[in-house]
């Protein structure tokens, strides 16, 4: 059926977004598809399912559809190439892809199908700050089952048309338009009836059709979602073999079926050609590629199917969940067996997987999922296996979550565990040790006495030697032993090149550069600074943590050589991204806003220094046993004494500078709170600091300036 008024009244409103938001079995797709060849605009298609409910996931997956529907756009390639983590999604990826958005040149329908599978509020903050500014001409039509939040924060700017389920509901004359396309026979009377009872909804209609069709009551259809099962089981279900039957519903429990993933779970070896020949009696399978004999179901039947394996087998899911689990384990499907295994309730096989996934998690930009994993076994089964319970002091730290990182912290130092360890994993004293080390909580002997036990513990052939090197090089340099600090970077460098852990390649190699430019080594700072970035570039760690030092010191050297275009570009990304480097990683977070403080000031900028040096201040109230970095920081702020009157300002917090990408949206003050996890008093505090350390009044000014400052992408 057409919608093409619709379609034709929201095409000419110039409204930026149209706005299409009715339950499922409203027509949403299809309507969609119909605007799409309706239109002559460069045509942008992204259909979202539950893997794109992640920031990062979610611009990823608009920069590529922009890429692909408009190959060759620079803007829009830098930013498909940009997989980013934390605040660093909304405050440089999600800006950046509006801007590139805004440049295109070309008029554009964006079309947005299930928007409702990215719901959580970090995806909504992105797409309300990627969708704010499409051009003149151009539009963005979206599908929801469900009003998408930002949504109604951009209703104050009016510039939206929405269309709901009141629109697309069918009325008798619509109804009789579906009987006679399917050459079904009714009445009027019967129409009347059905359409009231059924409140219009076009799929119950059309399956009142179908059953019209096949010699049945068309009125017979139920009020509610339970007539759809009744008609599926009916016309789909009833008919087929047990063994058809068993097959729909315990494959049901797979998003995606592919021959062996159901072989595994079902315990045979026909599905191929079982797939395929549920196909071609059409039966609602969807095929991805037949060649590889991959589908899914259409939605509604794996629902039904779903429910009718709870009703004529309950608990039979567990252990299907259980198979599926170690194929996709065996397979390499590690995010896909960690599902499974948490769908089948089964936390201490959950605790292993997501323990051993952590480090190449956060190395892939995974830290969303990462962090929904341990959200879901809770803190009770994190507990029960101890080196996971590290994992997550971790990632919070890496995070920039310090309050996260300090209870886990606790949690950790009252465990007492004493099994050996499994590949892949950290002996857990170790990583204890390791992690201590990072928190620097008890000062520069503890510290040393804890890298020196995490280096012993690791032998050569552990993935985690190199990152006991690089902390061992830590501690030896606040002690004032410059050549023992060179050697353990230097090996934890080549120990990291073995086994492939970009990180400590990029941690250590910013080191070494850092400690070659403070002897005049130009040339050799740059050397070791090179391959740092190479590996940011290589790796796609824009916006972690761990490149912070690199950035610094690479905009160090620079300005030595006089580059300042480059200077300035580094200098604008470590200064937007600091805010990750808190008092929980305190010897990491002092050398980078040390570095940084050294850039500025040589580049004569010494207010920017002198509030660097501020933020160093805090850092050392939390943490004063740092060696001779406290040396060094105050080597520097006696340069800047002449300076002085400039230190009575204050710079952005690391709170503030988490709290600024959120000006960029229309969310409340509470609501900003709620993403936060703090309170609205707190959150009113920070933005009246933001606000006058800015020297604006209003927010929209001070995204403005922020941007300017390079604080926003």
């Not at 769908?343 to 998690?361: N, P």
Request: proline share 4%; charged share 25%; net charge negative.
């Amino acid at each position: 059926m057409s919608r093409r008024r619709l379609i034709e009244r929201a095409r000419t409103s110039r409204a930026a977004l149209v706005s299409l938001v009715a339950p499922a079995g409203y027509g949403k797709s299809t309507m969609l598809r119909e605007w799409a060849e309706l239109d002559e605009r460069l045509l942008v298609w992204v259909s979202l399912d539950r893997f794109d409910d992640d920031p990062a996931a979610l611009v990823n997956v608009l920069a590529e559809a922009f890429d692909h529907a408009l190959p060759g756009d620079e803007r829009i390639a830098g930013v498909a190439a940009l997989p980013m983590t934390g605040p660093g999604v909304l405050g440089r990826a999600a800006p950046l892809l509006a801007s590139a958005i805004e440049r295109l040149g070309v008029p554009f329908v964006l079309v947005l199908d299930d928007v409702h599978e990215a719901d959580s509020p970090d995806c909504q903050d992105v797409l309300e700050v990627a969708l704010a500014r499409v051009p003149e001409g151009s539009q963005v039509v979206m599908a929801s089952r469900r009003v998408p939040p930002f949504l109604s924060r951009l209703r104050l700017g009016g510039d939206i048309v929405e269309i709901g389920a009141d629109h697309l509901r069918l009325d008798v004359d619509d109804a009789r338009q579906v009987f006679e396309l399917l050459d079904a026979g009714t009445d009027d009377a019967e129409l009347r009836r059905l359409v009231e009872h059924t409140e219009g909804w076009p799929t119950g209609i059309t399956l009142a059709a179908l059953v019209a069709r096949d010699g049945g009551d068309p009125v017979d259809v139920g009020g509610d979602d339970r007539f759809v099962a009744d008609y599926l089981y009916r016309a789909c279900y009833a008919g087929l073999e047990p063994d058809d039957q068993s097959f729909l519903r315990r494959t049901a429990l797979l998003e995606h079926l592919s021959a062996g993933c159901c072989d595994a779970v079902l315990e045979r070896h026909d599905s191929r050609a079982r797939l395929r020949d549920l196909e071609r009696r059409g039966l609602f399978l969807v095929p991805i590629d037949r060649r590889r004999g991959e589908y899914r179901y259409h939605q509604l039947f794996r629902e039904f199917l779903l429910a009718e394996l709870d009703r004529v087998e309950p608990g039979a899911d567990t252990e299907l969940h259980r198979r599926a689990a170690r194929w996709c384990e065996e397979h390499d499907h590690v995010h896909l067996a960690i599902e499974h295994l948490l769908a089948a309730g089964d936390r201490a096989q959950s605790v292993r997987l997501v323990a051993e996934r952590g480090l190449t998690a956060y190395q892939a930009g995974e830290l969303a999922a990462l962090t929904r994993w341990m959200q879901e076994l809770g803190d009770e089964a994190i507990a029960s296996f101890p080196p996971l319970v590290v994992h997550a002091g971790l990632r919070a730290i890496l995070a920039g979550q310090a309050a996260e990182a300090d209870r886990w912290a606790r949690m950790f130092d009252a465990i007492e565990y004493d099994a050996p360890p499994e590949f892949g994993l950290p002996q857990y004293h170790s990583a204890r040790a390791m992690v201590r080390v990072i928190m620097w909580r008890e000062g520069l002997a503890s510290a040393t006495e804890d890298a020196a036990y995490a280096l012993g513990a690791e032998s050569p052939s552990s993935l985690w030697r190199d990152q006991a090197l690089h902390l061992f090089g830590w501690t030896k340099q606040l002690a004032g032993d410059d050549g023992g600090a060179k050697r353990a970077f230097e090996q934890a460098t080549a120990q990291a090149e073995l086994f492939g852990n970009a990180d400590t390649i990029l941690l250590s190699e910013a080191e070494l550069a850092v400690m070659a430019f403070d002897r005049g080594a130009i040339d050799e700072a740059a050397g070791h600074a090179d391959r740092a970035m190479n590996v940011i570039e290589s790796s796609n760690m824009h916006g972690y943590a761990t490149t912070m030092l690199a950035l610094a010191v690479s905009a160090r050297i620079a300005i030595r050589r006089r580059d300042l275009a480059t200077a300035e570009r580094l200098l604008v990304s470590a200064m937007r991204d600091r805010g990750l480097c808190t008092h929980v990683m305190p010897v990491f977070a002092v050398k980078v806003r040390l570095e940084l403080a050294r850039s500025f000031a040589a580049l004569g900028r010494n207010p920017t220094a002198a509030h660097l040096l501020h933020e160093i201040d805090e850092l050392l109230r939390a943490r004063p046993d740092l060696g001779t970095l406290v040396d060094a920081v105050d080597e520097l702020r006696s340069s800047l004494e002449h300076s002085r009157e400039v230190l009575g300002s204050s710079p952005l917090t690391p709170a503030e500078l988490r709290l600024l990408p959120y000006l960029q949206t229309h969310l409340t003050i509470a609501e900003i709170g709620e993403r936060l996890f703090v309170s609205r008093n707190t959150v009113s505090s920070q933005v009246g600091s933001i606000y006058r350390k800015l020297q604006v009044t209003t927010r929209g000014a001070a995204v403005e300036r922020a941007g300017e400052l390079g604080l926003l992408g």
